[in-house]
T-cell receptor
Framework: EAGVVQSPRYKIIEKKQPVAFWCNPI?????LYWYRQNLGQGPELLIR????????DSQLPKDRFSAERLKGVDSTLKIQPAELGDSAVYLC?????????????FGPGTRLTVT | SQKIEQNSEALNIQEGKTATLTCNYT??????LQWYRQDPGRGPVFLLL?????KEKRKERLKVTFDTTLKQSLFHITASQPADSATYLC???????????FGGGTRLMVKP
C-alpha cells in the first residue's frame, strides 16, 4: 500500500515569492492534516480536513496561507507571499477518520527554505 | 494551552540497555497519548497509543506508561539496538476526536 505522497521534497525560494505544496493521502483516508515542523520541534497542526471540508484551521495564518482539498482526496497548501520565518518542513498526514485513537500516517514532508 | 515537555538533550545509551524517555505535560489530562518515531528527513511514524484509563501498554520491545497523577508518560525500549536511534515524539489529545499536540521530541542514540 502506498503511503502519503508529498511533492516537492525540497523547495528554495526568495522571500515574497509564492510557493505551493501538494499532498496525496493514503487511499480511503477521509481525514487529512497539514503540519509545520520547525527544526528541533514537534509538528504543529495548521489545518485539518474532513473530506473536502476544512474543520480546524485555527492555526493557519490566513493572511498568507491557503489550502484546498478538492474532491476530498489530494490537497494543496499555498503560501503567498513567503517570509523568512516560513522556512520549515511542511508535513502532510492522513487518517482513516477523525478521532485521536486513529493513528496518523505522515508523508516525508517538504523542506522549504526562504532566502 | 497544553504544554508538553520532552528532554531536548539527546539520550545516549549502550546497545542492549533499556532506553527510557520522558514526556511531561501541564494543564489538562489528555484522553489519549501517542508516541511516534521520526528519522532524519522523514515524517513521524506511529508506534503506540495509550488511553487515560490505561496504566501501561506494550508492543514487542516497547512499553509505554501513563501516570495522570504525575502528568507523565514514560517510553521504554528494552534490549535497545543501534537501529532504534531516532527522535521520539509524544503527542497528546485532550478529547476523543480532538487534535494532536506534539512535544519537541527526544533524540535517542544507541551505540554498538
Amino acid at each position: 500500500e502506498a503511503g502519503v505522497v508529498q511533492s516537492p521534497r525540497y523547495k528554495i525560494i526568495e522571500k515574497k515569492q509564492p510557493v505551493a505544496f501538494w499532498c496525496n493521502p493514503i487511499s480511503g483516508h477521509n481525514t487529512l492534516y497539514w503540519y509545520r515542523q520547525n527544526l528541533g520541534q514537534g509538528p504543529e497542526l495548521l489545518i485539518r480536513y474532513e473530506n473536502e471540508e476544512a474543520v480546524d484551521d485555527s492555526q493557519l495564518p490566513k493572511d498568507r496561507f491557503s489550502a484546498e482539498r478538492l474532491k476530498g482526496v489530494d490537497s494543496t497548501l499555498k503560501i503567498q507571499p513567503a517570509e523568512l520565518g516560513d522556512s520549515a518542513v511542511y508535513l502532510c498526514a492522513s487518517s482513516l477518520a477523525t478521532g485521536s485513537h486513529y493513528e496518523q500516517y505522515f508523508g516525508p514532508g517538504t523542506r522549504l527554505t526562504v532566502t | 494551552s497544553q504544554k508538553i515537555e520532552q528532554n531536548s538533550e539527546a539520550l545516549n545509551i549502550q546497545e542492549g540497555k533499556t532506553a527510557t524517555l520522558t514526556c511531561n505535560y501541564t494543564n489538562y489530562s489528555p484522553a489519549y497519548l501517542q508516541w511516534y518515531r521520526q528519522d532524519p528527513g522523514r515524517g513521524p511514524v506511529f508506534l503506540l497509543l495509550i488511553r487515560e484509563n490505561e496504566k501501561e501498554k506494550r508492543k514487542e520491545r516497547l512499553k509505554v506508561t501513563f501516570d495522570t497523577t504525575l502528568k507523565q508518560s514514560l517510553f521504554h525500549i528494552t534490549a535497545s539496538q543501534p537501529a532504534d536511534s531516532a527522535t521520539y515524539l509524544c503527542a497528546l489529545v485532550k478529547d476523543a476526536g480532538n487534535m494532536l499536540t506534539f512535544g519537541g521530541g527526544t533524540r535517542l542514540m544507541v551505540k554498538p
